[in-house]
């Protein structure tokens, strides 16, 4: 199957820092990538659709200002965790759907914020 | 909101078929059903996706009842690594986002 990277695998920082996490479609373009978070022992929520070229729209509850989002190639697509706090700890995931519709996800990024 | 149901856990011995259950009693008729897993501490895996046809890959098949309330993902031979939280998703065909529900912990054991 195709391939979603992600980068950094796991990150740790400081309270009030803002850190980015990169997430890249291997072998494929992607106009629309995906990104969700999961807390320790529970399934994966969806927080913001990726859209190549335009802005991306968020689900209800997450905060654009706090999240932001870039999708500035047909491969690439960013997260920017924006003045972190400890409870924005958490597993962040993204995934990318090829041409035929299928949606393939990332290895995941662990955010520590201390 | 996840529209799917299905048990919190199963165990299943290594080497046997594994069956996991998905309720669906509301898909609509356009909506597609999909099968993910998730091994700990990574990324959702894909393992197949059907519309009302029984499917079936090199990882697993996919059985959906005539109605399409229901469907079930066999794991033909069970080994431990298919240990991991297997999700059932329906969505639309190049439209909707997914929404995972709890998904269901598939304990294989030797």
């Known amino acids: 199957g195709a391939v979603v990277s992600q980068h950094p695998s796991w990150v740790i920082c400081k309270s009030g820092t803002s850190v980015k996490i990169e997430c890249r479609s291997l072998?494929?373009?992607?106009?629309?990538m995906f990104w969700y978070r999961q807390f320790p022992k529970q399934s994966l929520m969806l927080m913001a659709t990726?859209?190549?070229?335009?802005?991306?729209?968020?689900e209800q509850g997450v905060e654009k200002d706090k999240f932001l989002i870039n999708h500035a190639s047909l491969t690439l697509s960013t997260l920017t965790v924006t003045s972190a706090h400890p409870e924005d700890s958490s597993f962040y995931i993204c995934?990318?759907?090829?041409?035929?519709?299928?949606?393939?996800f990332g290895p995941g990024t662990r955010l520590t914020v201390t | 909101d996840a529209k799917t149901t299905q048990p919190p856990s199963m165990d299943c011995a290594e080497g046997r078929a594994a069956n996991l259950p998905c309720n669906h009693s509301?898909?609509?008729?356009?909506?597609?059903v999909y099968w993910y897993r998730q091994i700990h501490s990574q990324g959702p895996q894909y393992i197949i996706h059907?519309?009302?046809n029984n499917e079936t890959n090199e990882m697993a098949s996919l059985i959906i009842t005539e109605d399409r309330k229901s469907s079930t993902l066999i794991l033909p031979h069970a080994t431990l690594r298919d240990t991991a939280v297997y999700y059932c998703?329906?969505?639309?065909?190049?439209?909707?986002?997914?929404?995972f529900g709890s998904g269901t912990k598939l304990n294989v054991k030797p």
């Open positions: 995934s990318a759907r090829d041409q035929v519709e299928t949606e393939y």
């Open positions: 072998d494929f373009q992607a106009t629309t």
């Open positions: 990726s859209n190549e070229g335009s802005k991306a729209t968020y």
């Open positions: 509301t898909i609509s008729g356009n909506e597609y």
């Open positions: 059907g519309l009302k």
């Open positions: 998703i329906v969505r639309l065909y190049n439209f909707n986002k997914f929404y």
